[in-house]
């Protein structure tokens, strides 16, 4: 068995909904202890120093990056969205230790020092902030904001770090840490079908040029609890109805400015069969390639529903460094000589956050046959995997021997 494969047995039963085949692996909680147990424990195994940062990050370091550093950094994140696959984030890791195993086993020489990062809270399932780990590290998400996030139970992030033995006292940008990450490469399954349609080895492994600009807006939509079977149709007031022309309009504005909008999260008060709701609460997802484009999205899905949307997150277009990107790109030429396809992205990721920072970074996406992601359903072949791994290993050689 390989490293890898030995690595993605291990992880595979962790945080699994037995009814959907899909992962719940919130930050956090006990199955984000036992990812972050199991990534110390790789760490260990290898002889890395393991360090946390200000956030609650794991770095896992083969030298000292203050004394030799800084150095090449590999990465990505153990969390998942609600019933999440298993590749999103977890490939990102297991790939850099095996990458490291690959050098390893082929006597490569380190001269400077090389990273693996776990960032903490990725996909915001939790507590509705994505990336919130290297938000917090690179200091843009405030700290006082973080530490009061919610839930839906009602604990408080720093209630669930507290728990997790991790001190949100310590939130904040965190210099030390930024100082040590000369490069940062995010390798990640692709969640779209841009690989897919390039014919054969080549589409294994391609180049990330910039994440979209994306966020997240919430609708309050209020109105009267009331009885469904008493109350007369002219007398209610339904903030269903509002919620109806709110998605109906996300999808017609996305259509209609070249974006993408999804209301994929609701809360409903009272949620009961019988009962005219109060009060529903939805949440807005819009991105697309040009900025003024999921504005106005978001402006006209308001308007729609008679609201404003309040913003939750948003974060602009983030180019990866070109110099960088050619230079992987070129790298991971396929043996006819032409460059790995690089592709642009709607999904955030950390290495945006580093990127929007001021650090160079840059990401490797490994192909997905269908496409879908956040989902049960998100896969990679395992050549693929094999070839992200070799990609990796490549970049390290390239990069830090
Ligand atoms: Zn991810």
Redesign the pocket.
Known sequence: MSSFDGMWADLAPVGRNPETGGYRRYAWTGADATLREWFAGEAGRRGLDLTTDRAGNLWAWTADPDAAGPGLVMG??LDSVPDGGAF??PLGVVSAFAALDVLRDSGGTLRRPVGVACFAD??GARFGIACAGSRLLTGVLDADRARGLTDEDGTTLAEAMTRAGVDPGALGRDDETLRRIGTFVEL?VEQGRALVDVPGDRGAVGVAEAIWPHGRWRLDLRGRADHAGTTRLADREDPMLALAAAIREARAAADRHRALATVGKLRIRPNGVNAIPSEVTAWLDARGPAEDDVRAVVAEVGAAADTVPAEESWTPSTAFEPALRNRLAALLAGPDGRPAPVLPTG?G?DAGILAAAGIPTAMLFVRNPTGVSHSPAEHAEPADCRAGVAALARVVEELAC
């Open positions: 990505s994140h999103d984030g990725e996909e990640h999904a990721h």
